[in-house]
C-alpha cells in the first residue's frame, strides 16, 4: 500500500520568513508507513 501526503512548513531563519511545500511519498510495510522520497513544489 503506498500514500502521499502534501504539506507546508512555515519557519523563520535569522529572522526571514520561508516555506517548505512538498509532496512526499510514503510506503505501508508490516502494518508501519515508511518514507520514501519527496517533491519539493
Do not use: N
Amino acid at each position: 500500500m503506498t500514500g502521499t501526503v502534501e504539506f507546508v512548513a512555515r519557519y523563520k531563519i535569522d529572522g526571514k520568513g520561508t516555506r517548505l511545500h512538498e509532496i512526499s511519498r510514503f510506503e505501508k510495510i508490516d502494518g508501519r508507513w515508511y518514507y520514501l522520497d519527496g517533491q519539493h513544489l
